[in-house]
């Protein structure tokens, strides 16, 4: 009948217009408005920190697995840290390597040096048993590739002169990369490093940086052994012990620019392991403490944003008039551009554009990636040696 195929119509055009605008505004406030909410928030409620140099004894933490590449240039870089050096212990943590990582590693050891030996894989199992000889009252948590600026620990340990701190997390440098590709991986994370800034002002960050933070001794757990993020878990155990997560942007790390089949690969490890974290602590989904709100709009937003662009596409298909012809056209042309990326050169003109739409698309694949990992129970196979 002609009324009930209209009122059918009318109803399929409602729910295709309700799904849209609600996978549009989704996306909006997880890519574009909350980052912007935080930085307002933080603007006027920002928590200031108390920092003061004062002398802790420090234990370095240093996983390594077939890292002789980076070794000796990193031990060279924990050498020249501007911090007194009779404070503090270096402990290098082989983990199954097959390579010269403790013949380099030997070749330093001394009074304040250790060199450990980890016979199974597993980053989880290397901190262990770091953890399970540091004496620092401080533990720092750096990894090979990356080196150190020299007052990196220092600017750390001014953070711990406030009695409501646990982790300071310390900020990732990208070098400038040499292709479009690794500008727009590079972005991102100076993107992440905006959204991290105004968490640690309100707050507390969910999370550290993994190649530089540090940690009062006391608040440190013993790690599963096949944790995906051990920079967040320690961290959070800390939270929830009722102290502050805080970044430190003066206490810098260096790292070699990144393609984005390196970035993909760790992005698919770090949201399988946000799955993963969740498992582990469940009070982060409850709104009754700080970090709930950042978590559940940062972290556990990205988990979900590609299934709100799937529904924001298939609703276009179903919207009214000139709305459909719009909503589609504009969506085909980013992701077109997105694939476009993956075969042109770095000369090709409009590859200022297609770089960022190829990141992005990129990033929320391997959303889907990760969260496939954890459902098949497969996240052993994420941990990838990065060339």
């Not at 290397?126 to 540091?134: K, P, Q, S, V």
Request: aromatic share 12%.
């Amino acid at each position: 009948m002609p009324g009930r195929e209209c009122r059918d119509n009318l109803k399929s055009l409602l729910l295709a217009s309700t799904i849209f605008l609600l996978a549009f505004t989704y996306t909006l406030y997880v890519v574009v408005l909350y980052p912007l909410l935080a930085m307002i928030w933080a603007r006027f409620v920002a928590k200031p920190i108390e920092k003061r140099w004062t002398p802790r004894t420090v234990s370095i933490l240093l996983p390594v697995h077939n890292g002789d590449r980076w070794l000796a240039d990193k031990l060279r870089s924990i050498r020249e840290l501007d911090y007194p050096q009779e404070l503090v212990e270096t402990i290098v943590i082989s983990s199954a390597s097959h390579d010269d990582t403790v013949k380099i590693a030997n070749e330093h050891a001394g009074a304040r040096f250790r060199v450990l030996e980890v016979d199974e894989p597993g980053k989880g199992r290397a901190l262990n048993a770091g953890l399970a000889i540091a004496q620092g009252e401080i533990l720092f948590f750096t990894d090979v590739r990356q080196w150190l600026a020299a007052d990196s620990l220092r600017r750390l340990v001014e953070n711990f002169a406030d009695p409501k701190v646990g982790v300071v997390s310390g900020e990732l440098v990208i070098r400038e990369g040499n292709s479009f590709e690794e500008a727009s991986v590079g972005l991102y994370w100076k993107y992440e490093k905006v959204i991290r800034a105004a968490q640690s002002a309100i707050g507390s960050v969910a999370g550290a940086t993994g190649a530089i933070y540090a940690m009062r001794r006391e608040l440190a757990r013993t790690l599963p052994d096949r944790v995906l993020l051990d920079d967040v878990y320690q961290p959070l155990c800390a939270y929830f012990q009722g102290y502050r997560i805080t970044w430190e942007p003066g206490a810098k790390a260096f790292d070699y620019p990144a393609s984005l089949k390196t970035e993909f690969r760790r992005k698919v490890r770090t949201l399988a392991g946000v799955y993963e974290i969740i498992g582990m602590f469940p009070g982060l989904l409850a709104p009754n403490h700080q970090l709930w709100i950042h978590f559940v709009s940062h972290k556990f937003g990205r988990l979900l944003l590609p299934y709100a662009l799937i529904a924001l596409l298939a609703s276009s298909f179903f919207l009214p008039g000139q709305w459909k012809y719009l909503a589609v056209g504009a969506q085909a042309a980013f992701y077109s551009l997105a694939l476009l990326d993956q075969v042109v050169p770095d000369q090709f003109f409009g590859k200022r554009l297609s770089a960022p739409a190829g990141t992005f698309v990129a990033l929320m694949a391997a959303a889907v990636v990760g969260a496939g990992a954890v459902l098949f129970n497969s996240t052993d196979k994420l941990w990838k040696p990065t060339r």
